[in-house]
């Protein structure tokens, strides 16, 4: 069965990603409004009735901005962590959630899912690593740094989609009050491309073919081109050639036309041409 992954949204406006397996489908955070998720998915041929269930990464807006709502309108299972849920408060209430605590796993439909901390300044931020068929994918977006158990929850994946948040020569160009500079660029803030660049190094160091996804440029003090050529820069430095990068992006207003979706067949012929 092919597994397809779609970015319907990334970064500090909205954060969206679908995984598809056959008739199956989750949705990882929701930080776009409950129509634009509704559009979204009806321009893929899905429905939000389609879905198995919604992950909350964390309880920031431009993850959970519609998460309750979508949740209860639908009777959609939401999954997070207690402290996430708690932090949502009353936006959760009479939603159908389901606790999912850090380090657990969880089968959801075809969809084995772990949760693992990342440090950010949320009440209890995740990362996910999630196997289905036989392909993983592992997700970090929204961490101001990064640890070994991050580093190990990421290496066995396929598709790596973590965030290249901020270049570090444009941070401090960007129009933000400087406490907000500090917040972003602090160790519970955000990556910027050379710490993702030494992430990925880190992660890639046994040679293997992976794909990578660049998450969370920001607006401000980020584009495509700074975020690919940063990381690259690391990259090469530390001699890993093996990952192929595609920075998302920010909104996939025209989803139908212009999303960047990753599929599993593609991996398989990769695997074929470098095996
Ligand atoms: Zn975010
Ligand atoms: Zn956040």
Known sequence: ?????????????????????????????CGLSMRAIEKQLSWLGLQV??????????????HAMSAGRLARRYQLPLVCNQETAAALGDDLK????????????????????????????AAAPVGYRIAVEDVTIGLAI?????????????????????????DRELLPMAPYPWPIRQ???????????VQTGELLYQVAA??????????????????KQRALRGVERVLKLA???KLRLTALPRLSGHVRRGAVVWSSDNLLQQCELFG
């Open 206 to 223: 046994d040679g293997r073919q992976r794909e990578v996804w660049l998450a969370h440029l920001s607006e401000q003090a980020n584009t």
């Open 142 to 166: 929204d961490l101001g740094s990064w640890t070994e158990e991050v580093v190990a929850n990421l290496r066995p994946a396929d598709l790596l989609i973590v965030e290249a948040n901020h």
């Open 1 to 29: 069965m092919t597994v397809l992954v779609t970015s319907l949204a990334s970064g500090s406006s909205g954060n969206a990603l679908l995984l598809r397996s056959g008739h199956k489908a989750i949705l990882i955070d």
């Open 94 to 121: 009479d939603a159908p959630v389901e606790f999912l605590s850090v380090n657990q796993a969880a089968q959801i439909g075809p969809f084995v899912v772990r949760s693992f901390p990342i440090p950010h300044d």
């Open 49 to 62: 009735t389609d879905l198995c269930a919604l992950l909350l990464t964390h309880e920031h807006h431009d």
């Open 183 to 193: 917040r972003i660029g602090g160790p519970l803030g955000h990556l910027d491309n």
């Open 239 to 241: 001699g890993v050639t």
